[in-house]
């Protein structure tokens, strides 16, 4: 039986990382296209794992490995199997929303049962995360209530936004500082009562460095207050398509 060695070259003493760019991100339909000359090349046997730097020497320190469920690109999390389903869905309306600034980006929204972000940062600094919320949908307190985790933490606990705004179109902010241990801040959304709802995220690093807006459920664009806001789908591939079986999903996985 043939074995098979995964090379891994640290680019650091401390991290051997993967990291997508979107410049060189290969799409969904590419991916899958592709994943039979992956079968064919690859089969069962006995693996292992060799890390050397990037000296070419051998990494002899602790190692781990971790396999997760859920990819956390810049955007929505979402598994090869459900595809585009499992972005979570949108909504928008015509009607006005009250806000203080921008207050188009209350008017559509990313909602589901769980709904997941990671917004990329630098390691070390410290950012002020804003969640933009408002109720647009329901007219009546106690008809939407989530949880929201920040990097694990829980920060929002059984949340009404419409309790809590004061009304039905009325446009509420919640912020927290967070020090990013990591290349990414995760921001969880779980539904309890109906489905969570998100309009916008902003990551505003501290020292009046870069900001990161996110118009959730609704196009980039720039406001009328002047800011500019990126589309969480426009880091996807448009053209993108579900994969329907389980044994499509082990290709595309492969």
Not at 49 to 67: C, F, H, N, S
Not at 183 to 212: H, L, M, P, Q, R
Request: glycine share 10%; net charge negative.
């Amino acid at each position: 039986m043939r074995k098979f060695v995964l090379t891994i070259t640290l680019l650091s003493l401390y991290n051997a990382v993967l990291i997508p760019t979107l410049a060189t991100a290969q799409s969904y339909a590419g991916w899958y296209a592709g994943a039979q000359q992956r079968i064919d090349t690859l089969r069962k046997g006995d693996f292992g794992i060799r890390i050397i730097d990037k000296e070419g020497q051998p990494y002899t320190g602790e190692v781990a490995v971790r396999l997760k469920k859920h990819a956390f690109p810049f955007g929505i999390a979402f598994d090869f199997y459900e595809g585009i389903s499992a972005m979570g869905k949108t909504y928008s309306t015509s009607e006005a929303v009250s806000a203080h600034a921008d207050h188009e980006i209350y008017q559509t929204e990313r909602w589901d049962k769980y709904l997941a972000y990671a917004i990329p940062v630098q390691a070390g600094m410290t950012y002020t995360v804003t969640l933009k919320l408002a109720e647009i949908y329901h007219s009546s307190a106690n008809s939407r209530i989530f949880d929201a985790r920040v990097d694990g933490t829980l920060f929002l606990d059984n949340y009404d936004i419409l309790a809590e705004a004061g009304g039905k179109n009325k446009a509420i902010d919640t912020s927290l500082q967070v020090t990013a241990d990591k290349s990414f801040i995760g921001i969880e959304f779980t539904a309890t009562v109906d489905n969570a709802a998100i309009k916008g995220i902003v990551g505003d690093e501290a020292g009046g460095g870069n900001v990161i807006r996110i118009n959730c459920g609704g196009p980039a664009m720039t406001t009328g207050s002047g800011n500019l806001y990126v589309s969480e789908e426009g880091y996807f591939d448009q053209d993108i398509s579900t994969v329907a079986t389980k044994e499509q999903w082990m290709k595309a996985a492969m």
